[in-house]
């Protein structure tokens, strides 16, 4: 059996039409802990362990799950050492209380997105 290479899900991505509203859904609504904006587009939340993203962005890629690893570069490697094709190298996204967030993206053979993050 191989070792696993995800230790669980960081983050969920969702494309939202009207952020305004998608705030006051899972913000108030939901009553999901709010941790900051990044404008002009993006809202995240704290859902148990899970960060939520909210994106008015309008990417092609809908919703994105986004599965943690301890580290992004050796998990690109060894996915990439199976044939696994992703559109460009790890890169830092951000930080995160003075953690550089790395990620890189590849596809499921369905073609969905599918997020690596560390940081």
């Known amino acids: 059996m191989a ?12 494309t939202v039409a009207d952020l305004g509203a998608a705030k ?3 913000g108030e609504t939901l009553g999901l802990a709010h941790l ?5 587009a993006l809202a995240f939340y ?8 909210l994106s008015a962005a309008g990417g092609d890629d809908g919703t994105i799950l986004y599965y943690a690893v301890e ?18 190298p790890p890169r830092v996204v951000g930080q995160v209380e003075g953690r550089d967030v790395w990620l890189a993206i590849c596809r499921d ?11």
């Open 71 to 88: 580290d992004v570069a050796a998990a690109h490697a060894a996915l990439a050492a199976q044939g696994i094709a992703f559109p460009e």
């Open 109 to 119: 053979p369905a073609g969905n997105a599918v997020g690596l993050i560390s940081g």
């Open 46 to 53: 704290r859902c148990g362990t899970t960060r939520l993203m």
């Open 24 to 26: 006051r859904f899972y």
């Open 3 to 14: 070792t696993a290479l995800v230790t669980g899900l960081a983050q969920a991505a969702i």
């Open 36 to 40: 900051f904006d990044a404008p002009p």
